[in-house]
């Protein structure tokens, strides 16, 4: 036998190559928190509390319920969370979720259409071949500035989820961000963590966002303006330590691209090489400038669209809108961009067969994304119609009763974690503690301010992560990056902004 047949013998005979562990999708670790979800809600009570006529709890009230629900219809609740999910609807009188109730609109419907519409948007703009090119020159003139993009690009995102909640609507820079990082040869964790955590730092440092601290300021019963500094002050140390977090991954990667935590696709690096070559990639023409001029009018007009200015302008969370506020949903904003989408073919003359084609395409390929948000917002829908959220609240109630002000700020803070990751909606969750929350800090001898201040950075730091929410699920699968990456990627600067979290609610307690 020659050496050659012995080592083919040898190698049919080893045994297979073990196959390593593969992190699960972003579906299937939602589809394993939808169940954990449901199991727990056999071992939590359920419980209420009474209601006031504005719908808040209220303190001292909960009691007690029988669970509304046999096995059998906590196992239909399971069967039906992706559904009611998408298009449940709560009943005003119960309270319950379900497809078929008569009340206000409970799943994540709009959102849904949003990412589909957003999908036809972007393809559209790429089939113009003006964003590649616009991509292309722009990522060709900063290749020795990326850096400063990056921190010029959070910074604004920050102070837009700062001033109004900017976080759902950063799923349709996505499209733009991600090519544009590539090109400029960093990574998808780059734009992944630019956009993520940009928005994010901003909400959770909500200054004058009517959408969580205009809600929990309303509720606590004091003004928009109060707790203010302690706010921006933080806004100002944790935005900066994000940028510079995010700054200091993407320079490792640039330098040593065997140091991404994502690899590259198919693709990626061909970008970069293209926009660090010292040649001048191809001019725009009038066709590529008008559509870039479009696409720019239609995103600044989204932003306009959806702020409350009125708001944001007096301070006010209470203050009557203005007539020339839009006060747009995402109902609005998915009709804008399948407008946009429209427009921007007939000015690039794609044809209509082609137009039509592009379309569909793209709503097709952010399925995907849009499947996600449908299936987080399913978990919150088996949490309240088992009613075990009141029953959490009020352990949390229990756990800040008595303390002192020296530790009330931080117990605030680590109550509203858990209650965070079940309502992941910063007005949800708002409406439903602060009523509870806010009359303890009396007995605690420390500012309402400062419990609105300690609620939203609990709220705005587990939504940096968890997978409940869409703005993290749905942006990991649109930027292709494994939600265990993002983990990976982000668990560092968490641990960084907790303990900051915690140093700046500790300053608030001591000089109240």
Request: proline letters at 5%; one cysteine or more.
């Amino acid at each position: 036998m020659s050496t050659d047949q012995a080592s083919t013998q040898a190698e049919d005979e080893a045994p297979p190559p073990k196959r390593g562990f593969r992190f699960p999708s972003a579906l299937t670790v939602l589809a394993i928190v939808t169940i954990a979800v449901w199991a727990l809600t056999f071992a939590i009570p359920a419980g209420q509390y009474q209601r006031g006529e504005d719908g808040k709890p209220v303190a001292g009230s909960y009691h007690h319920t029988k669970s509304p629900e046999d096995f059998v219809q906590r196992l239909n609740d399971l069967f039906l969370s992706p559904v009611n999910g998408l298009y449940g609807i709560k009943d005003t009188r119960s309270g319950q979720v379900a497809p078929d109730n008569t009340g206000d609109l409970y799943g994540s419907a709009a959102v849904f259409l949003f990412v589909l519409a957003i999908g036809a948007f972007i393809t559209v703009v790429f089939a113009t071949g003006a964003l590649d090119r616009g991509i292309a020159r722009l990522a060709h003139r900063l290749r020795t500035r990326g850096v400063v993009l990056i921190a010029a690009i959070m910074t604004v995102f920050a102070i837009l989820g700062s001033v109004e909640g900017f976080a759902e609507e950063t799923l349709g820079f996505y499209g733009l961000i991600v090519p544009l990082m590539l090109a400029l040869g960093y990574d998808r964790m780059v734009a992944t963590g630019t956009i993520i955590l940009g928005a994010g730092v901003g909400v959770l440092c909500s200054t004058v966002n009517p959408f969580a601290t205009g809600v929990a300021s309303s509720a606590a019963g004091i003004s928009l303006g109060d707790g203010i500094v302690l706010r921006l002050l933080m806004l100002i140390v944790l935005t900066t330590v994000t940028i510079l977090y995010v700054v200091r991954y993407a320079h490792r990667v640039k330098a040593d691209p065997s140091r991404s935590l994502v690899g590259f696709l198919p693709g990626d690096r061909e970008a970069a090489d293209a926009a660090t070559t010292d040649s001048e990639p191809p001019p725009l023409t009038r066709t590529h400038q008008v559509v870039l001029v479009a696409v720019t009018i239609t995103f600044v007009f989204m932003i306009f669209s959806i702020i409350p200015w009125a708001q944001v302008l007096t301070g006010d969370a209470d203050a009557a809108a203005y007539g020339w506020e839009l006060d747009w949903s995402f109902a609005h904003l998915a009709a804008l961009f399948f407008v946009a989408a429209v427009i921007i073919g007939v000015l690039a003359r794609l044809g209509e067969q082609k137009l039509a084609e592009t379309i569909i395409q793209g709503a097709g390929d952010f399925v995907s994304p849009a499947l996600i948000i449908m299936l987080a917002r399913g978990v919150t829908v088996i949490m309240n119609n088992a009613q075990v959220t009141d029953t959490v609240l009020h352990s949390m109630e229990g756990a800040v009763s008595g303390t002192s002000s020296a530790v009330f700020g931080l117990l605030i803070f680590g109550v509203n974690l858990p209650l965070a990751f079940l309502i992941p909606s910063t007005s949800g969750h708002a409406t439903l503690a602060m009523p509870i929350l806010a009359p303890l800090a009396d007995f605690a001898d420390v500012p309402r301010a400062l419990v609105v201040t300690a609620w939203q950075s609990a709220s705005g730091w587990m939504n940096l992560w968890v997978p409940t929410t869409a703005v993290v699920m749905g942006g990991v699968s649109l930027a292709k990056v494994g939600y265990n990456q993002y983990l990976r990627f982000a668990a560092p600067l968490l641990a960084i902004l907790f303990v900051l979290i915690c140093a700046f609610v500790a300053l608030g307690s001591g000089l109240s």
